[in-house]
């Protein structure tokens, strides 16, 4: 599993690229709350880092479509 993504990575995205990356790290975050759930979880942290990566992405996402509205 890839580490936390850094933020010129995301900015450097469009807005298509931002929405699938959040569909990818959605996925990535239901199979890891099934592993932890299922107890094969040996990292817990990484359910905090993708949770994070998906806020980060939602935000940069929001930010690009008020600059283009506005």
Known sequence: M???QR???????TEDQLNDEVLKLKKA????RFQRATG???NTAQVRVIRRDIARAKTIAAQKSAE???
């Open 2 to 4: 890839k580490a936390k």
């Open 40 to 42: 094969q979880l040996e």
């Open 29 to 32: 975050q239901f199979n890891l």
């Open 68 to 70: 283009k509205q506005g």
């Open 7 to 13: 933020l010129s990575d995301i900015k450097a995205m």
